[in-house]
């Protein structure tokens, strides 16, 4: 074997195991970490002796079908049991989806669930009528620029305010000047968080007590955790809890896939959020 043969022969073996490896981080991004359903446990503030309220968020879900992504999520929510279940958009993304919505909400746990619209409810095309009146009959009170004022045990009352889209649609700002029962435990849920960094969102003096979004997916395809990209409308958010001037800002990584049916690196979540 002449001296070209042996330098040849390691260069072959390196394309060989760069192609074993790209082909396997392929089959972990479609396969694998699309299921891997991440629950986060976070504690906001001091209640004293009172019961903390323990909210549930889901966001993201573009539902598609009714597999074992959508079953697990249901079975965590059951495990967790919490006060208030909170949809914060992108759950649908087609028409054709509301039958897997209505499906999966008639076994989604919860006294009281709250839902808002995110970018593809507006883009999608689907009739929002009807998106509402299947909310409506499964428990679910969906919140367009509009509040929803709650009784959880004896002794706390929860506001939620829940805005529409920043990227699909217009919220209302007024909304949380609407405000007005401060001894009320205050949540605002918008499904873009870019919106919390508006100047007319940062002048607000309303207290509110934890915002909640999602729409980044955490960039749901990562360099390792390093989001590559995230869409229009997520402004410096990529996931996790943040300080805005409004409010302490809760961003979902979400629990489905939106352009390419992937993951890398940005598990999918649902978090319980306890204050």
């Given amino acids: 074997m002449n001296a070209d043969g042996l ?31 991440e629950v986060s446990h976070v504690k906001l503030g001091e209640v004293g002796d009172g019961k903390r309220v323990k909210v549930l968020l889901l966001s993201d879900m573009h539902l598609s079908d009714f597999g074992y992504r959508e079953r697990r999520v249901l079975k965590l929510a059951e495990e967790l049991q919490p006060d208030i279940v909170v949809l914060s958009g992108d759950i649908v993304e087609a028409p054709d989806e509301l039958v897997i919505l209505d499906k999966f909400l008639t076994s989604l746990v919860g006294d009281i669930k709250v839902a808002v619209l995110g970018n593809w409810e507006h883009w999608g095309g689907i ?17 367009v620029n509009e509040i929803g ?11 939620i305010v829940g805005t529409d889209d920043f990227t699909g649609s217009k919220p209302d700002i007024n909304v949380l000047e609407q405000i007005k029962n401060s001894n009320s435990t205050t949540l605002v849920v918008q499904h873009s968080p870019e919106w919390f960094d508006q100047t007319e969102v940062q002048v ?32 410096g958010y990529v996931a996790g809890l943040y300080k805005t001037s409004l409010c302490p800002l809760y961003v979902s990584r979400g ?14 979540e649902i978090t319980l959020i306890e204050i």
């Avoid at 997916?217 to 590559?228: R, Y």
């Avoid at 629990?255 to 999918?268: C, D, L």
């Fill in 149 to 159: 004022e709650y009784r959880v045990g004896d002794d706390r009352t929860l506001t």
């Fill in 255 to 268: 629990i489905g896939t939106s352009i390419a049916p992937i993951r890398f690196f940005s598990k999918p």
């Fill in 127 to 143: 009739d929002l009528q009807a998106l509402r009146r299947i909310y409506e009959e499964r428990g679910v009170k969906l919140l």
């Fill in 7 to 37: 330098r040849s022969m390691p260069l072959k073996n390196s394309y060989a195991w760069v192609a074993i490896c790209m082909l396997l981080a392929s089959l972990y991004a479609i396969f694998i970490e699309p299921n891997w359903i």
């Fill in 204 to 235: 607000l003096k309303t207290r509110i007590n934890l915002c909640l979004s999602g729409h980044t997916h955490g960039g749901q395809v990562t360099f390792f955790g390093i989001p590559i990209w995230t869409p229009r409308g997520s402004g």
